[in-house]
């Protein structure tokens, strides 16, 4: 995305990007980057946190408006929760690691059910 960016930027199209990987969209050089510490994945926010995610992109149309120097960077105020989430986020313990087989397990079934739909012609 970060050199869609660029791309854009050199032919007139204002951009910013809502990142997590910050390292790597700064060095990209994006023009303008809205920040979230928060696991890749999950840049505009938690999942169904719906005011939290209005919030995230309303600052992205913040800078959008206001930036006034190039590789501008606004780093959000939000937290991924109380815990340190790099130490914590998708870890597989002993303790987990059955309740993640059978997430896995639905997903997959899911999916599963969804291709069998959509090659019987039930699916768009």
Known sequence: MSLVSR??????MPTVVIGSARDIVEECGVA????????LGNPCGKPW??????AIVGMAFDLLESARFPRTTVQ??????????????SRVT????AELRAAGDRRRAAQAAVRRQHEAGGGD
């Open 94 to 97: 002993a303790e987990n690691l």
């Open 7 to 12: 791309h854009l930027e050199a032919n007139g």
């Open 32 to 39: 303008r980057f809205v920040y979230t510490d928060f696991p």
């Open 76 to 89: 959000t105020p939000f937290t991924w929760g109380d815990e340190d989430w790099r130490a914590s986020y």
């Open 49 to 54: 946190d719906a005011d939290m995610q209005r």
